[in-house]
């Protein structure tokens, strides 16, 4: 007697994000072309690309703040237009220079973290002891508990990026975007990041994890899968050892590069231009 198959997850179900055919023109130009892309569970993305090739406007689509000319979303089973992508929002992290940028100096880390429950910057009306409690572990999961008190205005550079990625895990999101994290960060306290987020990424409970960069030097052994877009074109996408190649880089920043690989991180080298003298 044969037994029955197990019943299969729907594909709205298995995925945490999926694009399909997604476009978006905006004053005439026709910024994202045709995307599909798919994000399951388990799964932790490298978006790559050169400045210009369609990356924040995808970013900003998927996170409900730019209308698609067409094509499909789906975010945690919900499509777009279906949806309210308002309430959706809260169950995505993200963490970028915009948030950064925007935070109140004299806000507590702790009251910074809290805010994150809310997707609200700038946060107004009582905060629970409950609320500061959970703030206060994330604090220590993203290894700096010690921030708890201090305001936004002390804090380092990197010592900012644990405390926006601690507000966004606030939400208990299953999908977390980090929108060029690195950025302004020196060499050691760039690796420093990176390593917390390899330990991040191999966490049981970690959400799905979306790293927005330009540079394959900090795409770490976590990481998954990788996307390429150019010129607002899905380039390639797929495992990272089948898509993080030589030849799709060189397709990707229009240069001869030169890609090598060891213990698992990337490292890019441009040839220069003949008849440039370096």
């Not at 008190?149 to 926006?164: A, F, I, K, M, T």
């Not at 987020?197 to 790293?211: E, H």
């Not at 996408?237 to 880089?249: D, H, M, P, S, W």
């Not at 213990?263 to 441009?270: D, E, F, L, N």
Request: aromatic letters at 6%.
């Amino acid at each position: 007697m044969t037994k029955p198959s197990a019943p299969k997850r729907s594909l709205e179900e298995a995925a945490v994000l999926e694009v399909a055919n997604l476009c978006l023109q905006r004053d005439g130009v026709r910024v994202l072309r045709d995307i599909s892309w798919r994000v399951e569970r388990g799964q932790h993305w490298v978006m790559l690309g050169a400045n210009g090739s369609g990356k924040t406007s995808l970013l900003s689509a998927l996170t409900g703040y730019l209308m698609p000319t067409s094509g499909e979303m789906l975010l945690l089973g919900k499509r777009y237009g279906q949806a309210d992508w308002r309430e959706l929002r809260k169950s995505v992290g993200l963490v970028s220079s915009s948030v950064r940028q925007r935070m109140a100096d004299p806000e507590p880390a702790g009251e910074t973290v809290v805010s994150g429950r809310h997707a609200m910057i700038d946060l107004w009306g009582r905060v629970t002891r409950t609320d500061l409690a959970r703030a206060r572990q994330l604090l220590r999961q993203v290894e700096c508990e010690y921030l708890f008190d201090r305001p936004w205005r002390v804090l380092s550079q990197g010592e900012r990026q644990r405390v926006l990625i601690a507000r966004a895990l606030m939400g208990r999101p299953r999908l977390l975007i980090l929108d060029e994290p690195c950025a302004g960060l020196d060499p050691a306290a760039r690796e420093h990041f990176l390593q917390f987020l390899q330990r991040l990424g191999r966490r049981r409970d970690s959400p799905a994890l979306v790293l927005v960069t330009h540079h394959v030097e900090e795409i770490m052994p976590v990481f998954s899968h990788v996307m390429v877009l150019k010129a607002g074109w899905l380039l390639a996408q797929g495992t990272k050892r089948a898509t993080l190649t030589a030849e799709v880089l060189a397709a990707a920043f229009s240069a001869r590069v030169k890609l090598t690989r060891i213990a698992g991180r990337y490292a890019m080298s441009v040839a220069a231009k003949r008849g440039v003298v370096v």
